[in-house]
């Protein structure tokens, strides 16, 4: 059976973004968001690999992931599994919370009735009247529940000199094609050394990075209303097939999905 999904956004709530998906059967690569990821797994188990540890979220239950942080999705159902995510700003979730930071990478649990609340809300976004005041109560609700729950020691963001100057040059080049031996000249490391350092203390290599940090700066100019094709040169893809190709990867949509995305709310 073929995937069904649908992509939403909400200027009104500083682009919030809702990803709906039944029978999907894709593997999202490692890659990252600038936003909080909020996923309903609705059947099947999702599982978010960080730092070569495996999480599994079960049906009925939330998954979260905070920004930045570097994961995989791949699919270990023997089929499809469906779920639904919600991408909040750092600044909407702080807003939620009461202007506190989400500080975990990871977690994952259940709340039976915040999860049903919250597929009510989702299977009526298309109805007359739908309030986006009852979908971000409900969202503060469920931020603050996991504030119950005890830090675990990797719960803080990424830092390091290395990691730092990475992220800085990637962030400064990203019109250009950032080659390993590119990246690795900057930093003054080995490209072998690069690549085994990426991988140890990120679960990607140079390469997946600069393309995932690539697609999140496309999906800015794609919300400006830049062409696909002007998109896709303006971040140094190859062409526009190549870049559609990888976006719908990462994000499960095609850029013109995503371009199109409905936008439901508007005062």
Known sequence: MQDQTNYYRFDCLDNLEIFSAGNYCQDFPPHFHEQLCITLVHSGVESTVIDNESHYTPSGAFSLTSSEVI???PNR???SYSFLTYYLSPDLAKYLLGRDAFDFRHLSIEHPILFSDLSRWTS???????????LTDLLSRLLLHCRQFKKSENSLPYSGSWWQDATGFIDANLDRKITLGLLSAELGMDPYRLIRTFRKEKGLTPVQYVLSRKI??????????LSIVDTA????FYDQSHYTNFFKRVTGVTP???????NIFQD
């Open 71 to 73: 994961h995989s999705n």
């Open 256 to 262: 013109g999905q995503f371009q199109k995305a409905c």
């Open 216 to 225: 999140t700066q496309s999906k800015k100019l794609l919300r400006s209303g």
């Open 233 to 236: 040169l303006s971040t140094g």
């Open 77 to 79: 159902n023997l089929g």
């Open 124 to 134: 009526l976004i298309n109805a007359p009247g739908s309030s986006y005041k009852e």
